[in-house]
């Protein structure tokens, strides 16, 4: 049932990505993500300019020449290989800035019958999102040092991290609009295989570059989709 309830809920948000206010909070959560990511990559390009000479000599080989622009340019492919780790965190602080309009527009198209509610305060929106993201910051370091000790199970391990911690927050935010904090961790504990089910699948696609940055809001609208499956209504629509 857990398994079918999310596969409907992923369907359904594939579906609507052609509605407009569901496309204006997609293209600005990408946008934002290769922001973000564009900043971090040209303050790596910066440093790699300011600290690297241009060249070098070494013993029985002579002056070796244009050494940042190679180790620029191979920051661009290191870049791609950490946005599978950088985006874990970006994805957390999106729920707290784009959940709402997500699960808005949602709402809008396939529960039109539900009383609206009333908008999470700006200073809890915040509150919440630093504190995931803290969580998940220090628990991404601590599976860090991990990594090295799994080995080929490296990916599993940070699937498993990850889609613990996303699922868990990304159900938190969507349930406190309609269940207020006590309820939303109450439902939480009640429906722990399910949400971790829904945050592996968020999280398996975060580790693939460009992919990754339509997951955030992608997932945001399938945990709306959870929460009001599980507590509120059926789907109005098909």
């Known amino acids: 049932m857990g398994v079918r309830m999310i596969l409907t809920a992923f369907l359904k948000t594939l579906g609507q990505i052609g509605d407009r206010a569901f496309r204006r909070v997609?293209?600005?959560g990408v946008g934002l993500s290769v922001l973000l990511l564009a900043a971090i990559y040209?303050?790596?390009?910066?440093?790699?300019?300011?600290l690297v000479p241009d060249s070098f000599t070494l013993p029985w080989i002579g002056e070796i020449h244009w050494v940042d622009e190679i180790l620029s340019g191979a920051s661009f492919l290191l870049m791609i290989v950490m946005s599978v780790?950088?985006?874990?965190?970006?994805?957390?602080?999106?729920?707290?800035?784009?959940?709402d309009d997500v699960a808005e527009a949602v709402e809008a198209r396939h529960y039109p019958t539900l009383p609206p509610v009333a908008p999470i305060p700006v200073f809890d929106q915040i509150r919440d999102s630093l504190g995931f993201l803290g969580v998940v910051l220090a628990v991404n370091l601590v599976a860090l040092v991990l990594y090295f000790f799994v080995g080929p199970f490296a990916p599993f391990l940070f699937w498993a991290v990850n889609g613990f911690l996303l699922g868990r927050e990304y159900f938190q935010m969507a349930a406190m609009r309609r269940l207020g904090r006590q309820g939303a961790r109450n439902l939480r504990r009640r429906h722990g295989a399910t949400i971790f089910v829904a945050g592996l699948l968020m999280a398996v696609p975060l580790s693939l570059p460009l992919v990754n940055l339509v997951i955030p809001i992608l997932g945001a609208a399938v945990f709306t989709h959870l929460v009001n499956r599980l507590i509120v209504a059926r789907p109005a629509t098909a």
């Open 26 to 28: 997609l293209f600005l």
């Open 85 to 99: 780790f950088l985006m874990v965190p970006v994805a957390s602080a999106f729920t707290g800035i784009f959940l």
């Open 42 to 50: 040209a303050v790596i390009f910066v440093l790699i300019g300011w």
